[in-house]
């Protein structure tokens, strides 16, 4: 599987925002934009004796939408994306260069309102290109599988590096700057509003409405297979090459007479170098840090070498695509 955490199992961030970006679900960025009252992004359970409940799935990311009181706008929209790190699809075995070669898409989904909706797949590197897809006509509040073969194309550039190489969309509302008409659904297509299809507003207008997704899957091959459920471990370790979150007291001790230090190893080897946050005691007078991707070490100037100690309570590095 070369989506990563795609059973939603870990949420290092948290379990709820109503913020959009990387926000709870580990590596799925929440996309809004034109609302009239901010969404709600959330970890939740999936409840017992469904499918995929009976398939191993315990989690799911759920939108909930705002109320929408303006309508649908033409630049509104509100949907999830992973991005997958162009060297894993370049080693993955898919010939994307061919059309006789394949990966196969496939997740559960469930809304709250009956209607179609809609995403792609695309590329970054060189001339972007999407490969837009529907998902079947949902029944309220239903679980359905969605399966989509994604066939190679001769025009995609897809780079053996850290960068971006191939995008998952979906979306409860895209307005019509960003989509185009249906009939360029199944194909690889470039320029301007491909992220989806053109789509009903149904969804984004009821007020609350939601959306959840679980058991995302992207594999080499033209035919889906069970869905690959790696451990919890395995799997926050994969996440941690993205985001790593450290909420230990860590004591800082002496570098020279006016300065103490904290270095954090990195338990992964992170993309790129990370950004770097954190909650501190005291709250100001951190001067600065040194980091790359394995490691991170933060300076503290002190009044005299006697000062009270010093900590970090909580520490985000974050290098995600």
């Known amino acids: ?44 359970d999936v409840a017992s004796g469904t499918t995929p409940y009976t398939l191993g799935f315990r989690k799911a990311l759920k939108l909930t939408n705002g109320n929408n009181t303006s309508g649908a706008g033409a630049t509104d929209y509100l949907g999830i994306y992973q ?3 162009a060297q894993n699809i370049a080693t993955s075995g898919w010939n994307y260069l061919s059309s006789s070669s394949f990966i196969t898409l496939s997740f559960w989904v469930k809304s709250s309102v009956a209607q179609v909706f809609s995403g792609s797949v695309g590329t970054s590197d060189g001339t972007a290109y999407y490969w837009k897809f529907d998902t079947p006509s949902l029944s309220a ?139 501190y005691e005291p709250t100001s007078g951190w001067s600065s840090y040194q980091a790359n991707n394995t490691q991170v070490t933060l300076f503290v100037q002190t009044a005299d070498s006697v000062q009270a100690n010093n900590y970090v309570r909580e520490l985000r590095l974050d290098s995600e695509l």
């Open 83 to 85: 991005a997958i790190e």
């Open 1 to 44: 599987n070369l989506i990563i955490n795609g059973a939603m199992q870990v949420a290092q961030r948290g379990t709820s925002s109503t913020t959009n970006g990387y926000q709870t679900v580990d590596r799925f960025n929440v996309l809004i934009g034109g609302v009239d009252e901010q969404p709600t992004q959330a970890q939740v």
């Open 141 to 279: 509040n239903t679980w359905t599988k969605v399966t989509k073969t994604v066939f190679g194309n001769s025009n995609l550039t897809i780079n053996n590096d850290v960068g971006v190489g191939l995008g998952f969309r979906l979306y409860g509302f895209l307005g019509t700057s960003y989509t185009s008409s249906n009939s360029n659904t199944g194909t690889w297509n470039s320029g301007g509003n491909q992220y989806a299809n053109d789509m009903t507003s149904t969804w984004w207008t009821t007020n609350d409405a939601t959306l959840e997704i679980t058991g995302l899957q992207i594999e080499v091959g033209s035919v889906a297979t069970d869905f690959e459920h790696r451990t919890f471990a395995q799997e926050l370790a994969l996440c941690q090459r993205y985001y790593y979150l450290l909420k230990e007291d860590t004591f800082a001790f002496h570098y020279r007479n006016d300065y103490r230090m904290v270095q954090v190893q990195f338990p992964q080897q992170m993309r790129a170098t990370p950004t770097v946050t954190g909650t």
